[in-house]
């Protein structure tokens, strides 16, 4: 079991910067110049065409996850083309998703893992490049990133604006496109909500929502496919125990979807 350090991550476009290098975080407010970082942004989407996720014994794709800030990679095997994925690898899986800075980790919520698991696997990616996941909650108010629901995300070789196109289909999701920091969020909630943040890097949010009618028309086609909305957010130390509240919560629970935390991290955005 992991206990979760209440400690304050102080954002960085430094650590930004390390993640085209060699990690090396540091709680520096710098900004890149423009021209730089769009050099970054650039390599986080760089791929190779013959590049493709490795398979598992059955000749499925697994899910590769790789953080950026620190180069930790993880393979998982999943249960199903829809995803699904074991105790043990949904914490290997945590460890991938943790706060760099800190070394932080919360439990990943096992939907959010499937739909990056989604997410690859529909664009044939090799892997999935986690610019940002779990961030330690500054107030009691914790965002999705805070509660283990969010990534903040880049597929190799494939346009943002694409990712965020299938990503809102899949219904009961949360995804924001952020076209001058260069990635898109995914999380997972009650009712889809859709939005775009053209603010760059350390700057303040410039978030509007989009596409209002098209959330709805996602939730229910999810519906209809038999899909469930997330279970309430549960209090746990470990992998084990996420599995158990994702499994017997009141999925009819609304919880509020609050302002994001850390809203003024540079990189991994300004997320909800």
């Known amino acids: 079991?992991?206990?979760?350090?209440?400690?304050?991550?102080?954002?960085?476009?430094?650590?930004?910067?390390?993640?085209?290098?060699?990690?090396?975080?540091?709680?520096?407010?710098?900004?890149?110049?423009p021209g730089a970082y769009r050099s970054y942004v650039s390599k986080w989407h760089a791929s190779d065409?013959?590049?493709?996720?490795?398979?598992?014994?059955?000749?499925?794709?697994r899910l590769v996850l790789v953080s950026l800030n620190t180069s930790d990679r993880a393979e998982l095997d999943a249960a199903s083309d829809r995803g699904g994925?074991?105790?043990?690898?949904?914490?290997?899986?945590?460890f991938v998703l943790r706060e760099p800075s800190t070394g932080n980790q919360h439990p990943a919520e096992p939907r959010v893992v499937d739909l990056a698991y989604r997410i690859q696997t529909h664009f044939d990616a090799p892997?999935?490049?986690?610019?940002?996941?779990?961030?330690?909650?500054?107030?009691?108010?914790?965002?999705?990133?805070?509660?283990g629901r969010a990534i903040d995300m880049v597929v190799p070789g494939v346009p943002?604006?694409?990712?965020?196109?299938?990503?809102?289909?899949l219904g009961f999701v949360g995804v924001g496109i952020y076209p001058t920091s260069g990635f898109v969020h995914v999380d997972v909630r009650d009712r889809s909500y859709f939005w775009v943040d053209a603010s760059g890097?350390?700057?303040?949010?410039r978030e509007r929502a989009i596409l209002g009618k098209a959330a709805a028309a996602s939730?229910?086609?999810?519906?209809?496919?038999?899909?469930r909305k997330v279970s309430p957010f549960a209090i746990a130390t470990d992998v084990d125990a996420a599995i158990r509240a994702h499994t017997e919560g009141d999925a009819t629970h609304d919880h509020s979807e609050d302002e994001d935390d850390d809203?003024?991290?540079?990189?991994?955005?300004?997320?909800?």
């Open 49 to 61: 065409p013959a590049a493709h996720a490795p398979l598992d014994p059955h000749g499925r794709p």
């Open 1 to 33: 079991m992991r206990s979760v350090r209440e400690t304050r991550w102080p954002g960085t476009v430094a650590a930004a910067i390390a993640l085209a290098d060699p990690p090396r975080p540091t709680a520096a407010r710098v900004r890149p110049p």
């Open 219 to 227: 939730d229910e086609a999810a519906t209809a496919r038999g899909e």
């Open 127 to 147: 892997e999935i490049r986690v610019i940002s996941s779990y961030r330690t909650p500054h107030t009691r108010n914790a965002s999705n990133h805070g509660r």
């Open 263 to 272: 809203a003024q991290q540079p990189i991994s955005g300004n997320g909800r």
């Open 160 to 169: 943002d604006a694409e990712v965020a196109s299938y990503a809102r289909e």
């Open 201 to 205: 890097p350390g700057r303040r949010d």
């Open 85 to 94: 994925f074991a105790a043990s690898d949904l914490d290997r899986a945590s």
